[in-house]
T-cell receptor
Framework: AQKVTQAQTEISVVEKEDVTLDCVYE???????LFWYKQPPSGELVFLIR??????QNEISGRYSWNFQKSTSSFNFTITASQVVDSAVYFC?????????????FGKGTHLIIQP | EPEVTQTPSHQVTQMGQEVILRCVPI?????FYWYRQILGQKVEFLVS????????KSEIFDDQFSVERPDGSNFTLKIRSTKLEDSAMYFC???????????FGPGTRLLVL
């Protein structure tokens, strides 16, 4: 069975600080997909990134970067020079083809608070 | 940019009543999903739907729940007899291929009194 752990329930930093959100996953399969979604206070789920298990290359998109390490089953998310608008709950999710459910398995989320 | 839409945005109902939550997935998508998020908790998979039938469902998706694609655009979730614990945000999602990104609608916040 698959599982996603986001051990950090809440993180609070001051604006312009860098912050890393941790995600550890469990899966028995060699083919899987990892995602990050952002849930702002308005409640919607906004897609940020998708990564398949065969692509360990780290990715950078503006102030956002992702570090995928299969050796530690982690897919961490870093925000550089954080801004107040980054305040949200961030969810890491896993999809495992043929894993018995077509749906995503979500972690419990990390509530990120960026203070001005 | 195409997006998933959901109606209503909020719904309040009495325990025991039936509710229907509506979703319009992205037009060229083939796989449709419902998820639930109880307040302050993680997002949980309910059911997936492909080719006009349920593909997979979780243990949460019991006989009180049903899904339907009544026409070429809408995708609905029906809760037959609501319970207090059905109060949650319900998200619809869709994707073109099963392993691709699921795009979520804005959600329907259901409150059962």
């Amino acid at each position: 069975a698959q599982k996603v752990t986001q051990a950090q329930t809440e993180i609070s930093v001051v604006e312009k600080e860098d912050v890393t959100l941790d995600c550890v996953y469990e899966t028995r399969d060699t083919t899987y997909y990892l995602f990050w979604y952002k849930q702002p206070p308005s409640g919607e789920l906004v897609f940020l990134i998708r990564r398949n298990s065969f692509d360990e290359q780290n990715e950078i998109s503006g102030r956002y970067s992702w570090n995928f390490q299969k050796s530690t089953s982690s897919f961490n998310f870093t925000i550089t020079a954080s801004q107040v608008v980054d305040s949200a709950v961030y969810f890491c999710a896993l999809y495992q083809p043929g894993g018995g459910a077509d749906g995503l398995t979500f972690g419990k989320g990390t509530h990120l608070i960026i203070q001005p | 940019e195409p997006e998933v839409t959901q109606t209503p945005s909020h719904q309040v109902t009495q325990m025991g009543q039936e509710v229907i939550l509506r979703c319009v997935p992205i037009s060229n998508h083939l796989y449709f999903y419902w998820y639930r998020q109880i307040l302050g908790q993680k997002v949980e998979f309910l059911v997936s739907f492909y080719n006009n039938e349920i593909s997979e469902k979780s243990e949460i998706f019991d006989d009180q729940f049903s899904v339907e694609r009544p026409d070429g655009s809408n995708f609905t979730l029906k809760i037959r007899s609501t319970k207090l614990e059905d109060s949650a945000m319900y998200f619809c999602a869709s994707t073109r291929e099963i392993q691709e990104t699921q795009y979520f609608g804005p959600g329907t916040r259901l409150l059962v009194l």
